[in-house]
């Protein structure tokens, strides 16, 4: 086992995961993220906690963490090269492990233009893949990056993220191969809503026979409004949603849109359980923990196995 | 070459107001060449302030001098040079910060008799090219460590937004950057180029931890050529 977490169990065992995302409060309202993973639990198999999601400043990914493992959740640390040079990923893991955290997701992160604080100088000390291995050799050598040894035990299932609708599309199965190549054990992909280019994109993995060497879990976010929908085609860099998805969502009518929203999502779901290589899903319902139970629930998805 | 921008006029005659002599020192380089800091910009400076200090009806004497680079001692050595330099209150440098720095210290080095002060009147922005009429775009950071001959004569760390080595990121798209679109993304056009030139297998390795040291991260940076020294 790489760190024993209920993620890599399930996945060993071959279960179909559920993997959900908690953003952390912009403040120390501890409250509100015990009230987040209260509807989560038992719905999903580990949570995603956000590191400075979109580079607005909350709660750390660490902290966050913490509170979700003294809740009885499993938490996915994620963490971003944005904020941090290689000196504090590396502390801040070591005090993820003794903390118990047993999962976490490698990412660059967004640019910190998006976020509330512009002026910041950024860090990108090291890439995202670049802190896959650098975990990786944690685990598995022993060893911080210089060659040191570390001191006591150090285990972690190490994901990161694909986002198959980014461009240029053809090299994206290539990009993921290098995360492959760096050590990661499962991959989480960006919200699918242009099902035809992701099966394009599976083809090309499976080909290459990256399902094998790690686990691909399909991102999917219910869409909540026909506005919402609009602006994270607009708005939200390597998504893309169809105009028949949007169409769909205004043909539901008043009052009606956020029930065909879960609808199209759990048709989603049926649809991406059907494609080869295909591990689980991670279900990011964006504010919107309260309806975890009922879209789990509706696409056939609980009871949750045990590990 | 280095690129600059002139600051805003009214800072520009803040930071001058309150002296009774001052020279705007053009620097006939990198700043000239892209239109910031050269002979022209001091003489049109030089009259705006005049302008603008006239207006108020202050009395006020703005003249404007220019060197060939103020990088380098040997260019601001001439002793007829330094008279005016050393007659003025201030000296209002639009050479790059290079330039100020060094001509403030050559002066204060070179002139015993007084303190010389020396400020900036332009904003230093890049390393960069020109790339089109009245355009400029960055192209270097001078990280110390070249790997242009990896990424097809594109530098990731200069044109990607996060610096990436393995990229590209997420939020490509179009070919463009995620953090504006006006902004080409490089891991796009690396991968272009170098699929044009079929080496697109040298990108496929995982590119490893860069050593910034030979970067601005190890410290203020000395180039020393034993070769050369007195």
Redesign the interface.
């Known amino acids: 086992m790489k760190s024993g977490s209920n993620l890599e169990k399930l996945l060993e065992k071959g279960e179909f995961v559920v993997t959900g995302e908690l953003g952390p409060p912009k403040g120390t309202d501890v409250e509100a993220v015990k009230q987040k993973a209260g509807m989560l639990k038992g719905n999903v198999d580990a949570v995603n906690i956000t590191d400075n999601q979109t580079a607005i400043v909350r709660m750390s990914s660490i902290a966050t963490s913490k509170i979700l493992v003294d809740e009885g959740l499993e938490p996915t640390m994620q963490m971003v090269a944005r904020d941090r040079n290689r000196l504090a990923m590396m502390s801040d893991l070591f005090g993820a492990v003794a903390l118990g955290i047993k999962n976490m997701l490698c990412l660059s992160g967004d640019h910190q233009t998006f976020g509330n604080h512009p002026e910041a100088k950024n860090v990108f000390d090291i890439d995202s893949i670049q802190m896959i291995r650098m975990v990786k050799d944690m685990r598995d050598e022993h060893k911080v990056i210089c060659g040191d040894e570390i001191e006591g035990e150090f285990k972690m299932f190490i994901g990161a993220a694909s986002n198959p609708f980014a461009d240029p599309f053809q090299y994206r199965v290539h990009r993921l191969a290098k995360k492959v190549e760096a050590g990661v054990d499962f991959i989480q992909t960006q919200c699918i809503y242009d099902m035809k280019r992701f099966k394009e994109f599976m083809k090309q993995v499976v080909d290459m026979g990256l399902h094998e060497k790690c686990k691909i879990l399909a991102g999917v976010t219910p869409l909540k409004s026909v506005g919402m929908a609009r602006y994270m085609a607009a708005n939200v860099s390597g998504i893309i949603i169809p105009e028949e998805i949007i169409e769909r969502l205004k043909g539901a009518g008043k009052g009606n849109v956020a029930a065909e929203g879960i609808k199209i999502l759990c048709e989603q779901i049926q649809e991406v359980r059907e494609i080869e290589g295909i591990a689980g899903i991670h279900l990011m319902a964006i504010e919107w923990e309260h309806r975890v139970h009922e879209i789990v629930e509706m696409a056939g998805l609980l009871p949750r196995p045990k590990p | 070459m280095i690129t600059a921008d002139r600051k805003p006029f009214e800072e520009i005659k803040a930071s001058v107001t309150g002296y009774d002599k001052i020279i705007v020192l053009g620097c006939e380089t990198c700043v000239a060449i892209c239109q910031a800091g050269g002979e022209k910009e001091a003489e049109i400076l030089a009259s705006e302030l005049r302008l603008a200090f006239g207006n108020e009806g202050k009395k006020v004497e703005v003249n404007d001098l220019h060197v060939i680079r103020q990088c380098d001692d040997e260019f601001m050595a001439d002793p007829a040079f330094l008279e005016k330099v050393k007659a003025a209150d201030v000296i209002l440098s639009i050479a790059c910060g290079v330039g100020v720095q060094h001509a403030c210290n050559f002066f204060n080095r070179t002139i015993t008799e007084k303190p010389t002060r020396v400020i900036p009147g332009l904003n230093t922005t890049f390393m960069g090219a020109n790339i089109d009429v009245g355009l400029w775009e960055e192209r270097c950071l001078g990280c110390g460590d070249c790997v242009l001959e990896r990424t097809g004569g594109i530098c990731p760390i200069t044109r990607c ?15 463009k950057c ?3 679109p006006d902004t080409d ?1 490089a891991w ?1 056009l690396i ?2 180029r170098l699929e044009v030139m079929g080496e697109l297998d040298r990108i ?7 050593d ?1 040291r030979p970067s601005h991260s190890g410290g203020p940076r000395k180039r020393v050529r034993e070769d050369l020294r007195l």
């Not at chain 2, 393995?166 to 179009?174: A, D, F, Q, R, V």
């Not at chain 2, 496929?204 to 860069?210: A, G, I, L, Q």
């Open positions: 937004a996060k610096s990436l080595l393995n990229g590209p990121c997420g939020g490509s798209s179009g070919g995620e953090i504006n993304c796009h991968i272009e496929k390795p995982v590119e490893m931890y860069k910034w």
